[in-house]
């Protein structure tokens, strides 16, 4: 059988800038011109992208303040996505199953550094020397993905136990606790501890911890057999558009990427992960301190440290977020989490697609966090530069949205050899905003959403290797 191929996702890096704004102080949008805005976005990014379809949902202090589909949960029946479609979670699985260990560490039936031989003896010899914490931070040694897995997107798992004879006693690439090695497979093995330690398989265990916490219905357990009614299907990217793809199994990692959710559920879990997080400080101090290796290193990957499971980072103003993305074949999402704010936002999505998903899940809930406003425009002449080249011209726009003509420049071009299954993008969607600090520009292409600052009409975003993409507004019509 075809082993599906798991993306590895490009990063547009960005420096992170200084945030004026205190967070008691912030006055955020309503509800209806948020929403507004995502829809838009996200609308523009569907048709940008190809991906079927998008589900975004916000929730700060408690309290849901935006929740929003667009695009098509099932194409060939034209079902539009809608707030309550469930998608496939992928790797955000992680942070579920991390969180419900951590509850075991804080109930005192886990230590979560102690060998694992402890909970489970008749595991390979080879993994005795492993803990909880590093499989949760990828530093347990575990492989991830290999040849030998041809087999287990077809067979049906009933627990956890069951499914780790799937690691079939494979080596470790590392001593523990060395160096950081992502690996799903780390998670297989932490669901199978967690069906040891407690005595329940994780279909029952799941679905009791989220009614403990957030009280919804998802996330839950994939079941390909039995699939929520409101399941989008799964998309894989073609030049005919999102072409269907089978379901295939996920219950050999339930822990690693087995379960699904509706936006606006796994949004209250974050909200519910702040809460404990806040008024129990050991859930704090477990989740979000950076695990070090044995030498004492803070465990990091790319630009963000490892807690226990969670992901530990600051976004493009310096402000603290926890959070983890997934990609698996029909699945793209994202959960990220701002403890200052109390603020959690979820983006989920029916394809697997190479995109800078942080960054621009960021851009989506920095929209709400600094109350910024739609700057409406009729016409606006623009120069771009970008590496020693320029270019000028006249956009037309609709309210705040303008497209602005780009093929010649590295950025776009280099844009535009990303998810190829669309025709090259000559004309960028760009969106105005205005803020207390300054002035905003959302930039929709294939990778994601980029986020411009500027002031004084003019917009610059580091585009790596010390090179920079500009937009420079002049004689802008506004309505």
């Not at 497979?185 to 407690?198: F, M, S, V, W």
């Amino acid at each position: 059988m075809k082993i599906p191929l798991f993306i590895l996702l490009a990063c547009i890096i960005n420096m992170p800038k200084s945030t004026a704004k205190n967070h008691d102080e912030v006055k955020h949008y309503n509800k209806q011109s948020y929403e507004r805005q995502l829809t838009k976005l996200l609308t523009s990014l569907n048709e940008v992208t190809g991906v079927p379809g998008f589900s975004v949902a916000v929730v700060h202090k408690g309290k849901l303040v935006a929740s929003v589909a667009t695009g098509f949960s099932d194409i060939k029946s034209k079902l539009p996505a809608k707030p309550n479609t469930t998608f496939r979670l992928a790797s955000v699985s992680k942070v579920i199953g991390a969180t419900m260990l951590a509850e075991l560490v804080i109930n005192d039936q886990l230590n979560p550094d102690v060998s694992i031989r402890q909970y489970y003896p008749e595991l390979n010899k080879k993994y005795h020397s492993i803990t909880v914490r590093q499989l949760l931070s990828h530093t347990s040694g575990m492989p991830h993905y290999q040849i030998k897995d041809y087999d287990i997107y077809d067979a049906h798992f009933d627990t956890a136990v069951e499914a780790a004879k799937t690691l079939k006693d494979r080596d470790l690439l590392s001593r523990p606790g060395t160096e950081y090695l992502y690996s799903t497979h780390g998670y297989t093995l932490a669901g199978a501890l967690y069906e040891k330690i407690t005595k329940q398989p994780l279909t029952v265990s799941v679905e009791n911890f989220i009614t403990r916490w957030s009280g919804k219905e998802t996330p839950a357990i994939e079941n390909i057999n039995d699939l929520h009614e409101r399941s989008s299907r799964l998309y894989e990217l073609s030049k005919m558009g999102g072409s269907e793809i089978v379901f295939g199994e996920k219950s050999y990692s339930v822990f690693g990427a087995g379960l699904y959710a509706s936006a606006s559920d796994l949004a209250f879990f974050g909200g519910e992960v702040l809460k404990k997080a806040k008024t129990q400080k050991p859930y704090q101090q477990l989740l979000f301190t950076p695990t070090t290796t044995q030498d004492g290193n803070p465990v990091t990957s790319r630009n963000f440290d490892v807690g226990f499971g969670w992901r530990i980072a600051k976004d493009l103003h310096g402000r603290k977020v926890y959070h983890h993305a997934g990609a698996t074949p029909g699945a793209r999402s994202m959960l990220a989490i701002y403890p200052e704010y109390d603020l959690s936002i979820t983006f989920l999505s029916n394809s697997s697609w190479i995109s800078s998903i942080d960054k621009f899940v960021f851009a989506l809930a920095g929209l709400y966090i600094d109350s910024v406003k739609p700057e409406t425009l009729t016409s606006t002449e623009y120069h771009i530069n970008n590496n020693g080249k320029s270019l000028q011209g006249t956009a037309s726009c609709q309210e705040n949205e303008c497209l602005l003509t780009d093929s010649t420049t590295d950025y776009s071009r280099w844009l535009n050899t990303f998810n190829v299954n669309k025709a090259a993008i000559k004309q960028w969607p760009v969106f105005f905003y205005s803020t207390e600090q300054g002035q905003r520009l959302l930039m929709v292409n294939k990778v994601g959403i980029t986020e411009f600052d500027g002031k004084g009409n003019h917009f610059e975003v580091n585009t790596g290797k010390d090179q920079t993409y500009s937009i420079q507004l002049i004689n802008q019509k506004l309505d």
